[in-house]
Nanobody
Framework: QVLLVESGGGLVQPGGSLRLSCAASGRTFSSSVMGWFRQVPGTARDFVAAINGFGGIDYADSVKGRFTISRDNAKNTVYLQMNSLKPEDTAVYYC?????????????????WGQGTQVTVSS
């Protein structure tokens, strides 16, 4: 059974930083794509960032220059460093993993999902 477990969410003031982690178990994703999506209640789950095992990375325009995705294959873990956070970054953040390696921003491309972690940016 494949499990993705996110951690690191919380409440932060505008301009602050958070680091999300997603640990995978049950399968190795060393070359496959792992990524992050986010969702505000009542809206679609949107792509944030993705990384594969060959150095490929992609970001949503709204987070470029502020968020950094990285991975540690030895730990089967992907990270999302979020800096200069804005109130509009408030959402539930979901980790996702695919069995394929090309980068994709499409929700349907990803085969496994975590349970989500809440990020709230507010003063």
């Amino acid at each position: 059974q494949v499990l993705l477990v996110e951690s690191g969410g919380g409440l932060v003031q505008p301009g602050g930083s958070l680091r999300l982690s997603c640990a995978a178990s049950g399968r190795t994703f060393s070359s496959s794509v792992m990524g992050w999506f986010r969702q505000v209640p009542g809206t679609a789950r949107d792509f944030v960032a993705a990384i594969n095992g060959f150095g490929g990375i992609d970001y949503a325009d709204s987070v470029k220059g502020r968020f950094t995705i990285s991975r540690d294959n030895a730990k089967n873990t992907v990270y999302l460093q979020m800096n200069s956070l804005k109130p509009e970054d408030t959402a539930v953040y979901y980790c996702a993993a695919s069995t394929r390696w090309p980068i994709s921003t499409a929700r349907g491309y990803y085969d496994y999902w975590g349970q989500g972690t809440q990020v709230t940016v507010s003063s």
